[in-house]
C-alpha cells in the first residue's frame, strides 16, 4: 500500500513538472488572471492525464498499437491545436484578461480549455507506460480498491506540482506591471508556436 501511493505521488509530478505547453499556459494565466486560474488550468491537465492513465491501466498493448497506427495525424493534429494556442497566447491583451479575472472568475473555463489541449497530446500514454513498468505500478493482480488508491494518489501528486507552481508565481506576480506580463505573453506565445512548429515539421518530413 504504501509503495502504491509512494509511486502514485511521484508519477503524478513527473507527469505533470516537465514545462511544456500546458506548464507555460498555467503560468500566463497565472501571471494574467491569478495563481487561481493558473490552477484550474492544471487541474484540467490532471483530469486529462488521469483519464489516459486509466486507460493505459485497463489496456497497455491497445493504446500502443493504436498510437503507432495513428501516431502521424495524432501528432500533426495536436501540433495545429498548439500552435493556435500559442498565437492565441501572444495576442492576448493583459489588460482585458485582468479585468475579465476581476469581473468573473471562469475557472470552468480554464478546466476544459487546458483539459482539450492535454488530451491533444495522447504520446502522453508512452509515458506512462513508461512509468508504469518502471515502478511496477498497478498490475491486474492487486484488489481494485488499491488501483483506485493508486490512480487517486496520481492525481494529489499532479494537484500538489500545480499548487506549487501556482503559488510560486503568485508570489512574484506582483512584481510584474502591464507591459511585463505583455512581453511574457509574447514570450510563451512563441515559446508554445515554436515547439508546435517543430513537432509539425518533424512529423511531415
Known amino acids: 500500500m504504501l509503495n502504491v501511493i509512494v509511486y502514485g ?37 490532471v483530469m486529462s492525464d488521469l483519464l489516459y492513465a486509466i486507460l493505459v491501466g485497463i489496456g497497455m498493448s491497445f493504446f500502443i498499437d493504436f498510437i503507432e497506427t495513428h501516431s502521424i495525424a495524432l501528432k500533426v493534429g495536436g501540433s495545429i491545436i498548439l500552435m493556435g494556442f500559442g498565437i492565441y497566447i501572444f495576442r492576448s491583451n493583459p489588460v482585458k484578461t485582468l479585468n475579465k479575472a476581476k469581473s468573473a472568475a471562469n475557472y470552468a473555463q480554464d478546466i476544459i480549455s487546458s483539459f482539450f489541449l492535454t488530451m491533444s497530446n495522447p504520446l ?8 508504469f513498468a518502471r515502478f511496477n505500478f498497478l498490475s491486474n493482480e492487486l484488489p481494485l480498491y488499491i488501483q483506485v488508491i493508486g490512480y487517486a494518489f496520481i492525481v494529489v501528486g499532479a494537484l500538489t ?34 515547439i508546435s512548429l517543430a513537432g509539425l515539421i518533424l512529423t511531415i518530413t
Do not use: D, E, M
Not at 502522453?124 to 512509468?131: D, M, N, R, S, W
Not at 506549487?164 to 515559446?191: M, S
Open 9 to 45: 505521488i511521484t508519477i503524478g509530478v513527473i507527469v505533470s513538472a516537465p514545462p511544456g505547453p500546458v506548464g507555460l499556459l498555467c503560468i500566463q494565466r497565472s501571471l494574467n488572471k491569478g495563481r487561481w486560474h493558473g490552477f484550474f488550468t492544471g487541474v484540467g491537465a
Open 124 to 131: 502522453i500514454i508512452i509515458l506512462y507506460i513508461g512509468l
Open 161 to 194: 506540482w500545480w499548487f506549487l507552481l501556482t503559488l510560486l508565481i503568485g508570489k512574484i506576480r506582483n512584481k510584474f506591471n502591464i507591459r511585463g506580463i505583455w512581453i511574457v505573453n509574447r514570450i510563451l506565445g512563441v515559446i508554445i508556436f515554436l
